[in-house]
């Protein structure tokens, strides 16, 4: 089995800032992609960012050059770094974790509640 705990999610003014953190524990072996999802009110979920095993990142276009993702991979740990945060990006936001090999498996996080307002 493999649990994902996250932490960081809270409440902030717009502008400000959010550390989401997201330790994977348990049958870990060969993750391939960590990385964070969210859902806004009454939407759909959607991709925020993700980072393979060596270190690429991609971004949804929403949130580029506000948000940065990174990785401890002594840690199985996976940040969210989210600055100049805006009403829009109130959502919960979701870890998600893929690993192994050849068979991919997917896990996901609880979700964390990350609300901006004034």
């Known amino acids: 089995q493999v649990q994902l705990v996250e932490s960081g999610g809270g409440l902030v003014q717009p502008g400000g800032s959010l550390r989401l953190s997201c330790a994977a524990s348990?049958?870990?072996?060969?993750?391939?992609?960590m990385g964070w999802y969210r859902q806004p009110p009454g939407k759909q979920r959607e991709l925020v960012a993700h980072?393979?095993?060596?270190?690429?990142?991609n971004y949804a276009d929403s949130v580029k050059g506000r948000f940065t993702i990174s990785r401890d991979n002594a840690k199985n740990t996976v940040y969210l770094q989210m600055n100049s945060l805006k009403p829009e990006d109130t959502a919960v936001y979701f870890c998600?974790?893929?690993?192994?090999?050849?068979?991919?498996?997917?896990?996901w996080g609880q979700g964390t509640q990350v609300t901006v307002s004034s």
């Open positions: 348990g049958s870990i072996f060969s993750i391939r992609v």
């Open positions: 980072i393979l095993s060596g270190g690429s990142t």
């Open positions: 998600n974790v893929q690993m192994g090999f050849p068979d991919v498996y997917t896990y």
